[in-house]
């Protein structure tokens, strides 16, 4: 059988960036959380995407954690959370025995329907928290979103952990609520093994999420602690791997989007297939190339057969509202979400594929719904 093709895996940059970083830190036995390369993380990110403050932390799921706290987020609160996404977006909100709403996509966008969200606000006029998401590197409509969060005085929360070198109207995603959080997980566009970032242009909120990320150690000579803290620190080793990573990253967007292309370009002739929406004001960095079936054709039979052809493919996040552990909560919106995971699925994409390898996967495709 054929070498197996997979999703999404890590790719170290050819020029070994990273291992000049890395092997700085075992030279200077600064391999501990915290250090040089984690400070200049965290300035590389911020200047990267054009945002004052950053915090590097474990995962994206400690960034959200953090951002939800920041804001404010207690038991009982109520946060509305995009529901076509995966787990990891929603799960911080019960961190904080707060309560989520789950809101709708469009098919405009694949993310936070506006109109929902309105609808959801009109339902629940105290909300503490809106968290939307970037899905799949497709940036959500922000300047509705944001002005609706503006309107109602709500801490908007982007989780750009999938679109990291995203950019709305030539802005990049993540610096448009009030914070922003990016996943470095080992198959996101560049990858710190694990890891998040959390920022925001807030200094103050940014150093009090540092605070409680250092498991909320006081200035004190002995360990004084007042308030709960977590272990959340990004460590140097981690970081050093990031800043090597994020020197390649334009040419992983650049990569991602070929792989998109090269997709449409060649599966455009099979009829009810449509790709994930493409805007004119997003300049997506296609994280995952997607697609949904039109023609009555089971996305589970094409990842079956592509399967059996050594290829690895991916359902569409189950939405949230949709999920056994939320169930119980309420869901704002028409389905759509709904409909997309279940006509949907995720193509490979990884930037090490060769144009051989998309070839193959073509034919597989186009071989499976013939």
Known sequence: MSEKILLSSPHMSEEGYEQEFVKEAFDTNWVAPLGKNVTEFENEVSDYVGIRHAAALSSGTAAIHMALKAAGVKQGDVVFCQSLTFSATA?????????PVFIDSNKETWNMDPNALEEAFNKYPEVKAVIVVHLYGLSAELEEIVNICKKHNVTLIEDAAESLGTKYKGKYTGTFGDFGVYSFNGNKIITTSGGGMLVSNNKDKIDKVKFWATQSRENARHYE????????????????????QLRVLEDRVNKKNYIFNFYKD???????????????WNSPNCWLSCLILKNGSSPLKLIEDLERVNIETRPIWKPMHLQPVFSKYDFVGTGIS???????LCLPSDTKLTDNELARICDAIKSSLS
């Not at 602690?225 to 090597?244: L, P």
């Open 266 to 280: 060649k599966l455009q002739d099979i009829d009810g297939i449509e790709f994930m929406p493409i805007n004119d």
């Open 91 to 99: 799960n911080p909100i019960i961190y904080q025995d707060a309560t």
């Open 225 to 244: 602690h007042k308030e709960v803290g977590y272990n959340y620190r990004m460590s140097n080793i981690s970081a050093g791997i990031g800043r090597g």
């Open 338 to 344: 709904e409909t997309i995971f279940q006509m949907g």
